[in-house]
């Protein structure tokens, strides 16, 4: 899911990697497929694409349902809550897009499909991919903020 292509970013043209190869006597190009890195080390990339989303949809069904965009702000929450305790890329990321793949699967207008079930959380949020202590970005801002009162 190429989902951070819905980001507005400076020099996104930078972002698109591009094969050439030959076929049939006839040089073609085409784009390589995105992956996890295209996302960063952190919810960020992935945040500003979701949101673009979540307007997209609820400017699409919003008035036949009235409670996607609360369902698409609390998927939202939930992602950005779970990567504060588990690794983005390892656990967070994969979990979020292979959940939305689901969703869009079925129906992505209905509110109620945007809750994660535990089993989903289960899969991803584990004791492999919780976030060391010294990885936590929250923890490195308080040992500077403790070291320059020191």
């Known amino acids: 899911m ?15 990697h ?31 694409a979701f949101l673009n989303y979540a307007v997209i949809l609820v400017a699409l069904f919003g008035v036949s349902n009235p409670t996607l965009h609360f369902a698409l702000y609390s998927f939202h929450r939930d992602v950005i809550d779970l ?15 292979d959940f939305h793949t689901h969703i869009v699967q079925g129906d992505p207008a209905d509110p109620s499909r945007w809750e994660i079930p535990a089993r989903w959380q289960a899969r991803y949020c584990n004791p492999l991919t919780v976030l060391r202590a010294n990885s936590d970005n929250s923890g490195r801002k308080r040992k500077r903020a403790a070291s320059a009162f020191a």
Not at 20 to 30: A, F, G, H, P
Not at 83 to 97: E, F, V
């Open 83 to 97: 990567s504060k305790i588990y690794q983005w890329q390892g656990g967070i990321l994969p979990m979020a897009l």
């Open 18 to 48: 591009y094969e050439t190869y030959v076929e049939n006597r006839v040089v073609k190009v085409r784009r390589e497929a995105g992956s996890f890195k295209d996302y960063g080390a952190d919810s960020e990339i992935w945040s500003e």
């Open 2 to 16: 190429n989902l951070y292509e819905l980001r507005f970013i400076k020099g996104r043209e930078d972002m698109y």
